[in-house]
């Protein structure tokens, strides 16, 4: 292991030079946007605050969020609003088949707030939705970021029989932090939906946030789980805390380790790994389609 720098506890609040982002600038930015407004479409790049919003608009892809943007869940780290969602739209899949077709996009990445309440976890909607893009846009390659089942594999297997080509569940962060950052999910659980989405056949990918107080081992250790319940992809980025109210930053982890990390994860097994402070789940995403 090789020793690399750590940003001091006074140096918290500042954010180091590395963390640096352009502001979202261009007539791609422009024309995204007013595709995603004019179809009344929810994003992840907006809803969660998102560094990289400016390349990847800019670039003419985002990342679809399905089924509202009010999720069941209160995750300590997320932006996206936590409530009773009253949102169920039976046209979305069309309205987000349409836009991507619009929008010309080669690799679309579709994710979903948690909807715990409904039976079915929302599962209907995601399969249509893959389903619909597939039919305007059959060029168009998929990943979808779907959340926890809660152990509904029923649910879990309709999420991803339609047709995509990755998908990605992401642990967040290391299980002992899963009581403190992610309260209503299980570490444990988590690994058995990537294990049973390897054995369904299709590639997986998963993300960490770092920063969050996690050890070197134990991020090691989720490496090594992963790995072992067939993950192909791993995502590893510096963790931000989008407002007073959600969970501190303990550490801003130097890009040195970041780099550290990334061969350590090919040297545990996996097939690709994304690391480096700004790398988001979705992050260069057309990239892992055919690792």
């Known amino acids: 292991m090789i020793d690399t720098p750590v940003v001091s506890t006074e140096q918290r609040t500042r954010r180091p030079d590395w963390l640096r982002v352009k502001l979202p600038i261009g007539e791609n930015f422009k024309k995204v946007r007013s595709l995603v407004d004019e179809h009344k479409l929810h994003t992840i790049c907006q809803s969660g605050n998102c560094p ?22 209160s995750c300590t780290f997320c932006a996206v609003a936590t409530g009773r969602p009253n949102e169920y739209d039976t046209d979305e899949p069309r309205r987000v088949a349409e836009a991507i077709q619009l929008m010309q996009v080669k690799h679309a990445v579709l994710t979903s707030v948690n909807r715990d309440e409904l039976k079915d976890k929302g599962a209907e909607i995601w399969y249509q939705t893959v389903r619909a893009v597939k039919e305007t846009s059959p060029q168009t390659t998929i990943e979808t970021l779907i959340p926890d089942t809660k152990s509904n594999w029923e649910a879990l297997y309709r999420m991803i029989s339609g047709g995509q080509e990755v998908v990605s569940h992401n642990m967040e962060t290391v299980e002992r932090l899963y ?60 963790y931000l805390q989008p407002t007073k109210m959600h969970h501190e930053v303990i550490e801003f982890i130097h890009p040195d380790t970041f780099a550290m990390y990334k061969e350590e994860g090919l040297r545990r097994g996996l097939k690709y790994v994304e690391s480096g402070p700004l790398v988001r789940s979705s992050y260069h995403a057309e990239r892992h389609v055919h690792v």
């Open 52 to 73: 990289n919003m400016g390349e990847c608009w800019g670039e003419g892809t985002a990342t679809f969020m399905i089924l509202g943007n009010v999720c069941t869940r």
């Open 179 to 238: 009581r403190n950052v992610r309260p209503q999910a299980k570490y444990a659980r988590s690994l058995e939906q990537t294990r049973r989405t390897k054995e369904y056949g299709k590639r997986t990918k998963s993300g960490i946030m770092l920063g969050l107080g996690e050890t070197k081992d134990e991020v090691f250790k989720a490496m090594d789980d992963l790995a072992e319940n067939g993950l192909d992809i791993l995502t590893l980025g510096q």
